[in-house]
Structures are given as structure tokens and as C-alpha cells.
């Protein structure tokens, strides 16, 4: 039974894995449900394709304890030849009615949040190493300094999708 069980996990999870031909680069890194203002996420990759077009994505995981219905992040792309393109996002993460967005059967959401390539077809302009850093700027209305502690917020993710199959 127990060697049944196995081989069907195993067999599910080469799948799950295969299905994702579009998956270029994908990681997170984890908090302990809180999101400090001075966390810079950052996450390094390699691409020396310039030719396809890819999608980026800046996923979060949060929970019910986000107090938002938003999120504002600031988001470095540095590029091989030392340019580095600086982009303030924001995005809705709950429903009118408080719920939150996003995919998830428990009260973890994931929200995979538009980074480059939809407002028409991004090719990275180099071939090299490059750098993605993400930060939050989260303020509460009427006050200008940042949330210190974003609650709710459990992991982050960067996420690179071929537009080609």
C-alpha cells in the first residue's frame, strides 16, 4: 500500500512538473508572515535569450492576516550592462468585500501579479546575468511613512514565462 501510494505522488508530481513548459525561472523566498519594509527580496538569473519574448510575474503568497486591499512594490531589473530600470506597482489583493484574491484552497492566496510582458512583448534586451529586487511600499492612507511590518505577506516569488511554446 504504502509503495502504491509512492508511486502515485511520484507519478502525479512528474506531471504537475511537466505541464509547465512556459517556466523559464521560478523562485520564492519565505517570511515568517511578515514583510519588514527593509526586506529586499532579490533573485538572480542568467538569460541569454534576446531574441523570444517572455512574461514576468512578482507572485505573493499572503494570508488572512493582510490588511490591505492592495500592494505597492518597487521592483529592480538589473541588466548585465549596468542599467538597472526601477518600476512602482500596484496591485489590487482583496475583493471589495475584504476576501483576497488570488488562488488557494486554505486561507494562503497566491496573486500572480503582472510584472513585463503585458503591455505587449518583452525580450530581455541583453544576454548576461541579471538581478530582480523587490521591495514593499506600503503606507497607510494619510501617512508617509511606509508600514514597517506588512503582515500576511509568506512568501514572494519571480516567475519567467516563455510566450513561445
Given at each position: 500500500?504504502?509503495?502504491?501510494?509512492?508511486?502515485?505522488?511520484?507519478?502525479?508530481?512528474?506531471?504537475?512538473?511537466?505541464?509547465?513548459?512556459?517556466?523559464?525561472?521560478?523562485?520564492?523566498?519565505?517570511?515568517?508572515?511578515?514583510?519588514?519594509?527593509?526586506?529586499?527580496?532579490?533573485?538572480?538569473?542568467?538569460?541569454?535569450?534576446?531574441?523570444?519574448?517572455?512574461?514576468?510575474?512578482?507572485?505573493?503568497?499572503?494570508?488572512?492576516?493582510?490588511?490591505?486591499?492592495?500592494?505597492?512594490?518597487?521592483?529592480?531589473?538589473?541588466?548585465?550592462?549596468?542599467?538597472?530600470?526601477?518600476?512602482?506597482?500596484?496591485?489590487?489583493?482583496?475583493?471589495?468585500?475584504?476576501?483576497?484574491?488570488?488562488?488557494?484552497?486554505?486561507?494562503?492566496?497566491e496573486s500572480?501579479?503582472?510584472?513585463?510582458?503585458?503591455e505587449g512583448?518583452?525580450?530581455?534586451?541583453?544576454?548576461?546575468?541579471?538581478?530582480?529586487?523587490?521591495?514593499?511600499?506600503?503606507?497607510?492612507?494619510?501617512?508617509?511613512?511606509?508600514?514597517?511590518?506588512?503582515?500576511g505577506v509568506?512568501?514572494?516569488?519571480?516567475?519567467?514565462?516563455?510566450?513561445?511554446?
Open positions: 500500500m504504502l509503495i502504491r501510494n509512492s508511486l502515485i505522488a511520484l507519478g502525479l508530481l512528474f506531471l504537475t512538473a511537466s505541464c509547465d513548459k512556459k517556466r523559464v525561472f521560478d523562485d520564492y523566498k519565505a517570511f515568517n508572515g511578515t514583510w519588514n519594509k527593509d526586506s529586499i527580496v532579490s533573485f538572480q538569473f542568467e538569460q541569454n535569450d534576446t531574441v523570444t519574448p517572455y512574461n514576468m510575474f512578482v507572485n505573493i503568497r499572503n494570508n488572512n492576516n493582510y490588511p490591505f486591499n492592495n500592494i505597492f512594490l518597487i521592483v529592480n531589473l538589473e541588466q548585465p550592462n549596468g542599467i538597472t530600470v526601477t518600476d512602482t506597482l500596484e496591485y489590487m489583493m482583496a475583493n471589495p468585500d475584504g476576501s483576497l484574491m488570488g488562488k488557494g484552497f486554505s486561507d494562503v492566496k500572480k501579479l503582472w510584472y513585463k510582458g503585458f512583448e518583452y525580450n530581455f534586451p541583453k544576454a548576461g546575468n541579471y538581478t530582480v529586487n523587490i521591495e514593499q511600499a506600503v503606507r497607510k492612507s494619510g501617512s508617509i511613512p511606509g508600514v514597517e511590518e506588512l503582515e509568506t512568501e514572494v516569488g519571480f516567475r519567467i514565462e516563455s510566450k513561445e511554446e
